[in-house]
T-cell receptor, first 115, second 115 residues
């Protein structure tokens, strides 16, 4: 069975600094995708970044980058130059390719950016 | 292009009533997914539908819950005889097809409160 673990219930970072949110996953399937979503207090789920298991390079999207370490089964999200608007819940998720299309989510990390 | 539209945004029901949650996918999207988020938890997969077909309902409770995605109109998640434990945020997501798996877009969710 697939599982996502986010071990940091809450994280604090100073504005303009970088922060890493941890995510480890468990699957025996060779083909899978890893996602990060942001959920602000308003509740919507905002897609941030995607990494495929066969992608050779780490994914980047603006200030977001994914530190993908396949052997360690980790997919940490790095946010550079934090902004006050980055304060939100962040969820890591995984989807196994070729099977059910469902995403399996972690429990999330609450990020607070301090001025 | 309008995003995934869910309504109502908030729904209050008394125990024993029926709840109907609506989801209009993004234009041109024929794949719809429903997820449930309990307080302080990540999202949990419920059901995956294509037009007029249920593809995977492994996350749906066996009783009282049903989902449909008709040829015309929105996808509907129906909960009969609601109980307090059904109180949660219900999210709908849509994607274009199986090829672009990473392009999964979520709606803003429906917050169901059962009194």
């Amino acid at each position: 069975a697939q599982k996502i673990t986010q071990t940091q219930p809450g994280m604090f970072v100073q504005e303009k600094e970088a922060v890493t949110l941890d995510c480890t996953y468990d699957t025996s399937d060779p083909s899978y995708g890893l996602f990060w979503y942001k959920q602000p207090s308003s509740g919507e789920m905002i897609f941030l970044i995607y990494q495929g298991s066969y992608d050779q390079q780490n994914a980047t999207e603006g200030r977001y980058s994914l530190n993908f370490q396949k052997a360690r089964k980790s997919a940490n999200l790095v946010i550079s130059a934090s902004q006050l608007g980055d304060s939100a819940m962040y969820f890591c998720a995984m989807r196994v390719q070729g099977g059910s299309e469902k995403l399996v989510f972690g429990k999330g990390t609450k990020l607070t950016v301090n001025p | 292009n309008a995003g995934v539209m869910q309504n109502p945004r908030h729904l209050v029901r008394r125990r024993g009533q029926e709840a109907r949650l609506r989801c209009s996918p993004m234009k041109g999207h024929s794949h719809v997914y429903w997820y449930r988020q309990l307080p302080e938890e990540g999202l949990k997969f419920m059901v995956y539908l294509q037009k007029e077909n249920i593809i995977d309902e492994s996350g749906m409770p066996k009783e009282r819950f049903s989902a449909e995605f008709p040829k015309e109109g929105p996808s509907i998640l129906r909960i009969q005889q609601v109980v307090r434990g059904d109180s949660a945020a219900y999210f709908c997501a849509s994607s274009l097809d199986r090829v672009e798996r990473e392009k999964l877009f979520f709606g803003s969710g429906t917050q169901l409160s059962v009194l």
